[in-house]
């Protein structure tokens, strides 16, 4: 089916379940609102009410190198603050110009850090909470002395910068399936608790964008939904669990990324919807977010004609940052950029005029420049030229200082190795990950009742497919977790490689194919189901990320929808087919010309 058809579908059934999604989203967010409004979390003990008087004295005393600095949330690299590896030490001096993550906080004044797996800040939770320290009293003993705001991408599910030990929970769409809000906001209390104990005090996370599109390479499973009230309603949970837990949530990507064809971390997508389909679809989840008494939440670098005429991404749009987000929804949190290393921020304009355009826009955190030095730079010019105000500079520090003073932080910016020990990973977090999980498995297929196979009678399995990248908390490539999940309840089960599968099938009760991503044609995933399916023993497929899988290869004797690839998703998928457990999600989103939104089996187990 070509894309442009798959995305009208979908926005078509979209638009149907949206029609009274604005309503719902005001009539169940109102007690949420008077608790943000009154200083405390939605969720847990009573958070720290901003001493806003106290705050603005604290930026009258800045320098405005300091006040510029407080905008930066930066990378560095290296696992420890003072004492990183000498090639991290080498990259740190050349793009910096220091050799350590604590001398960068103090040259710039940095108001945060982002850490990535990739910047080797992320080995082990214990290393986690030293970084976080060391950053912290680098912060706190130079400068302004602000403590910093700690950052990642832990939204769980495909994206994960901390893996195990830490507790890795089912994605968006997983949680989707589920349909249950207390799933999701549990899970995002328990993964907030996690991040805190580790001094990170601020998750980019939920992902409150609405996919329609099944084409979209870049949102997809990260998403709750299709269906803008449901994605509105765990986006509020999760919320109100992070913030809970004294993280900073951050709702993204504004207006909505949901219906993109193209990767905003390589080009510059355009979002095709009128503005009356923005209401409908894009806005509800947003507007649940500021109702929960979100933080923050983070544009988005595409081009958003209906919005704005201009061209320029969303990212430096004041009609959509400022007229829309603030004026529009009344958030009066923070507005924190996309990275500004991506490539759908950089093709209109230089990376000395991104970060002054986001904050001319509206926008408060500068996430991530490609050269700090020169965004920096650029800032402070832009001040002493007039072309911003310091008066400006001083309404997001100030917002900026607001978040950090309601997580806590000026009270308490120290993580401590003993909560790192009694939260990260510990055993209720985990077994909370598998309950959560076993809710979410979609059973779409099953014309000829193979499923559950029958456990008892030890079954000889083959499991074969495609193997993603594993997740960071998991414990091997998916087929192979699977198969030992599977031995593990009574089955015989052999993970082989997909060349050696169709010679290996013969003489079992059934063939289990992890697919992934199937491109439109299906590619040498269609090749290897339709050869399979050949040898006459049954084909079970389990798709371990996007549920429109199906759709792009023949029908098989069972269909399953996982949504993600981790342990956890793998021990539940086990379970449902063996009759373990019910399979109990339903589809958050339709697959076009094969499941309609909401379908899902159940089994009389």
């Known amino acids: 089916m070509p894309n442009h058809a798959s995305r009208r579908t979908l926005l078509a059934a979209a638009a149907a379940a949206a029609a009274t999604a604005a309503g719902a ?24 009410r901003p001493d806003r008087a106290g705050l603005r004295r604290a930026v009258d005393r800045m320098s405005i190198a300091e006040k ?23 990259q740190n001096q050349a793009l910096f110009g220091v050799r350590t993550a604590a001398e960068l906080v103090s040259r710039y004044h940095l108001g945060g850090i982002v850490y990535f797996a990739w910047a080797h800040n992320t080995r082990t939770p214990q290393q986690i909470a030293a970084l976080s320290t060391g950053l912290q009293q680098a912060a706190l003993t ?31 769409m997983a949680l989707g399936a589920s349909g249950s809000a207390a799933d999701a906001r549990r899970a995002a209390r328990i993964a907030g608790s996690e991040l805190a104990a580790m001094g990170i005090r601020q998750d980019y996370a939920p992902v409150a964008d609405v996919n329609v599109n099944p084409a979209n390479p870049v949102i997809g499973v990260r998403s709750f939904g299709s269906d803008p009230r449901a994605v509105a ?29 193209t990767d905003s971390h390589a080009g510059l997508p355009v979002m095709r919807h009128t503005r009356a389909e923005w209401e409908e679809l894009d806005e509800p989840p947003f507007r649940a977010a500021v109702e929960a008494g979100v933080d923050a939440i983070m544009t988005a670098h595409i081009v958003f004609p209906a919005l704005d005429p201009s061209g320029d991404p969303a990212t430096l749009s004041r ?4 007229g829309i987000l603030r004026e529009r929804l009344g958030f009066q949190g923070v507005v924190v950029t996309d990275a500004l290393d991506m490539a759908g921020v950089r093709q209109k304009y230089g990376d000395d005029r991104v970060p002054v355009l986001a904050l001319l826009a509206g926008c408060d955190q500068l996430l991530n420049p490609p050269d700090l030095p020169l965004a920096h730079r650029s800032v402070l010019a832009a001040v002493a030229s ?14 900026i200082l607001e978040v950090k003073s309601r997580r806590g932080l000026f009270d308490e910016a120290y993580p401590s190795a003993a909560a790192v020990d009694a939260v990260v990973g510990v055993r209720e977090h985990l077994d909370a990950a598998d309950r959560i999980a076993a809710a979410t498995t979609t059973l779409l297929a099953n014309p000829g009742a193979l499923v559950p196979l029958d456990a008892k009678a030890a079954p000889r399995l083959l499991v074969t497919g495609t193997d993603p990248v594993s997740p960071s908390a998991s414990t091997g490539p998916p087929t192979v977790v699977l198969a030992r999940e599977l031995t593990a309840l009574g089955c015989r089960a052999t993970a082989v ?7 290996a099938a013969a003489g079992n009760a059934a063939v289990l194919v992890c697919t992934y991503n199937v491109p439109e044609g299906g590619g040498p995933q269609h090749t290897l189901v339709t050869d399979l399916i050949a040898t006459g023993v049954p084909v079970v497929l389990v798709a371990l990320r996007n549920p429109y899988d199906p759709a792009r290869l023949p029908a098989c004797a069972a269909e399953l ?45």
């Open 386 to 399: 007039g072309e911003l105000s310091e008066s400006r500079i001083d309404e997001s520090v100030l917002r």
């Open 319 to 322: 009609p959509i940052v400022t």
């Open 497 to 503: 490689a997909p060349a050696r599968a169709v010679a």
């Open 561 to 605: 929808a996982t949504y993600s690839w981790g342990d956890a998703e793998m021990r539940a998928a086990a379970r449902v087919l063996t009759g373990a457990a019910r399979p109990a999600g339903r589809l958050p989103v339709p697959v076009p010309g094969r499941y309609p939104l909401g379908h899902g089996l159940s089994l009389d187990t």
């Open 233 to 261: 309603e765990l986006a509020a949970a999760q919320v109100r669990g992070y913030q809970g837990a004294g993280v900073a949530a951050t709702a993204k990507h504004f207006p909505g990324h949901g219906d993109t064809e």
């Open 142 to 172: 130079s400068g302004a002395r602000i403590p910093l705001l700690l950052s990642t991408d832990q939204e769980h599910g495909a994206v994960a910068r901390i893996g195990k030990p830490a507790t890795l929970f089912p994605g968006a």
């Open 68 to 90: 510029v600095g407080q905008l930066f949330v930066s990378r560095a690299y290296g696992h420890s603050a003072t004492a990183p590896d000498a090639a991290d030490a080498e």
């Open 25 to 48: 989203v005001v009539a169940t967010s109102g007690t949420a609102r008077t608790a943000a409004a009154d200083g405390l979390n939605p969720e847990g003990p009573p958070g720290r």
